[in-house]
């Protein structure tokens, strides 16, 4: 493979940045691999667990030793349809695998099992939001294809050499390629984060880009506004984040704008995003798709999926993104933005329709798991799935707020205190003696004791201050260790005003 020349361009200034985009265009389409979320691999039984010792997850199948044949897993074929299903792709009742040869060090067959001109499916969309009339803004999907990764080179292991794990070798992937529909950095993050929460709802992959279960090649161009013609792309890897994606998109596309306007031509090339110094660099010359040779693998039968099949995956899809996003807005009366937020993830989404209906209150469980919840989780560094807290015993919780077994502010101690021992509420409350105490006796007690502490604010409310009655509230709320009923305190302490008078 030949390496690129480096073209000799002066980075742009912000004014020269700002002036030149109103003239020129990015056109961008991405193809996105996506490990499927199977327990083995594509073709053979071994195992696709992340992080297992190098080179201990293979066989003759993965390792393409002689004689060795590949058995596709039909788990794989079923995650695939699951996903082109999600993305409104027609998914075609006959595919044929291929083989795309090229020769790295990661790649022990020397080619990869792919699909080329048959595909698993074609023609899907992807909305990402909608325009100023109004309607839909959707990227369109040219295809959803399977295919097996290739292993992986650690340039980090030995000094001076480049080592090869194939544990990754023959891990199913499938590849989803947009259209160039994508005319800007920001559209594509929004794109690939919805892209990524659709797959997690779908349930085909954990999406894990720190694992490599997602990964994303950006195909660029630019042109003159107004123009229809395409110009030449180049294809930027190496992004290994949403964010990264962004900031590489934008500094190629300064790339190639001063490129051309000084006179040059852009090269179809493989470009490199070094995030460190904050900008693309050449990896070779892109091939194109003679270069592979792709035919028919001689050893799988083209993949046949009957309509039936398809249609019953399709009845036992899991409720998706947009769905449950329009049920929640209506079943629980919330405003789009707390919904938005509450069905980031499947998993945040079903944690907050199982407090919603513990607590009979939806709004409150929105309050509870969108303030308190998510900042324990987040502050934690671990996955919902391992917190604490039961969404049964949240709800439990915000039940007893309301009906005044406990206060606001004991029941933010009671949360803690659940956090560090997964213990019920009610039994957390009575063991701190947290439980709300409404007997006159206690809170007239509290309220002589704050009154006597504090007896210019007293003199002063007595006096008719009124905006004092919630600081004298606050304070038995603190003397009572939040134990105090504020709506009974509030009534007497009123009362303790009109006798005053």
């Known amino acids: 493979m030949t390496t690129a020349p480096r073209p000799d361009v002066s980075p742009l200034t912000s004014g020269e940045a700002s002036a030149r985009r109103e003239q020129w265009e990015m056109v961008v389409g991405l193809e996105v691999h996506v490990q499927l979320l199977t327990r083995t691999k594509a073709f053979c039984s071994c195992s696709t667990e992340f992080g297992a010792a190098p080179n201990s997850n293979v066989c003759p199948v993965c390792l393409a030793l002689p004689g060795a044949l590949p058995v596709l897993n039909e788990q794989a074929v079923k995650l695939a349809v699951r996903a082109a299903l999600a993305l409104e792709c027609t998914v075609h009742e006959t595919s044929v695998f291929a083989r795309k040869n090229y020769f790295y060090p990661d790649l022990p067959k020397g080619y990869q099992i792919s699909q080329f001109d048959q595909p698993l499916a074609t023609g899907g969309r992807l909305v990402i939001g909608t325009d100023e009339d109004g309607a839909d803004m959707a990227v369109r999907i040219t295809r959803v294809h399977l295919e097996e990764d290739a292993g992986k080179s650690l340039h980090d292991r030995y000094a001076g050499a480049t080592a090869v794990d194939l544990n990754r070798a023959g891990v199913p992937l499938i590849e989803i390629v947009s259209e160039p529909d994508l005319r800007s950095a920001a559209e594509a993050g929004a794109y690939l984060r919805l892209l990524k929460q659709l797959l997690e709802y779908a349930r085909v992959s954990d999406v894990s880009m720190e694992q490599g279960s997602l990964r994303v090649d950006a195909n660029l161009s630019v042109r003159r506004r107004g123009e229809s013609k395409l110009g030449t792309k180049t294809e930027v890897k190496n992004m290994n984040s949403f964010a990264a994606v962004e900031r590489a998109l934008e500094s190629e596309y300064d790339r190639q704008i001063s490129l051309l306007e000084s006179g040059g031509a852009v090269q179809q090339q493989t470009m490199l995003w070094d995030g460190a110094r904050g900008r693309v660099r050449p990896s070779r010359v892109k091939e194109g798709s003679d270069d592979y040779r792709y035919f028919p693998d001689p050893d799988l039968l083209p993949l046949v999926v009957e309509s039936k099949w398809v249609d019953r995956i399709k009845r036992e899809m899991p409720e998706l993104p947009g769905a449950r996003r329009d049920r929640l807005t209506q079943e629980y009366a919330l405003a789009r933005s707390d919904v938005d937020v509450l069905t980031a993830t499947p998993e945040l989404a079903e944690y907050f329709e199982c407090v919603a209906r513990a607590a009979g209150d939806a709004k409150a469980a929105a309050n509870w798991v969108m303030g308190d919840v998510l900042a324990a989780v987040n502050a934690r560094g671990q996955p919902l799935e391992t917190f604490p807290v039961r969404p049964e015993d ?57 009154l006597s502490e504090n007896p210019r604010e007293a003199e002063r409310f007595v006096a008719g201050e009124r905006k004092l009655q919630g600081v004298l509230v606050g304070l038995v709320m603190k003397k009572s260790a939040g134990r105090a009923d504020p709506k009974r305190v509030n009534q007497l302490l009123a009362t303790r005003a009109q006798q005053a008078k």
């Open 394 to 450: 949240l709800g439990t919780l915000i039940g007893m707020v309301r009906d005044g077994v406990v206060s606001r502010t004991a029941a933010k101690r009671v949360f803690t205190e659940m956090m560090e021992t997964g213990r019920p509420p009610a039994q957390v409350a009575a063991d701190a003696g947290l439980l709300q105490v409404g007997a006159d006796d206690q809170l007239t007690q509290w309220i002589d004791e704050v």
